[in-house]
């Protein structure tokens, strides 16, 4: 069995106080960090967590929290507590409904920061064709923009058998 890796680093850090305690509560389990000052370096060695498993009771503090921010995490909680089960202790969220790009644009949107850098290494531990590649993610206050390396080889190749569209 072939294991499958996206290894990616977040750049610039990002300050402590430009997040509010629940995007900070989920992107540290998404991601792996560390704290460099007031900042927080967040990387992935395997690839991020597309779920996240909360205490309804921490999330519900943390929504107090993050009352009159605007957080697209915050509307996905929203969201979900009102779907869950009203004995349920664990919230179960699928992150990939707006995945990390959208909560660090949202922290884009609220702070000094003007944007942040995604890249990541599609590896695999054997060499198989579709294991390997890569992409960069250029997250601003209104766009996200992306780039797979399989992407821009589709495009080159075109460009070569003149098969690119004008």
Known sequence: MADYFSQTVIRPDIPRTAMTELEWRVLRDMFEHEEV???IYFFASH?????VFLE???V???LEESDGIASSVADLVRKEIGTCDPDAAELELDMSVIGFEGIFQDIIR???LDHVEVEAAWTCSKMRPD???GAATLITADDIEAVSTAGWLEDAI???SGDAPD
């Open 37 to 39: 000052g007031e900042d």
């Open 47 to 51: 690839g991020p967590n597309d779920f």
């Open 56 to 58: 309804i009771a921490e």
């Open 60 to 62: 519900r503090r943390l």
């Open 110 to 112: 609220r702070s000094a």
């Open 131 to 133: 294991g390997f590649g």
């Open 158 to 160: 075109a460009r070569l």
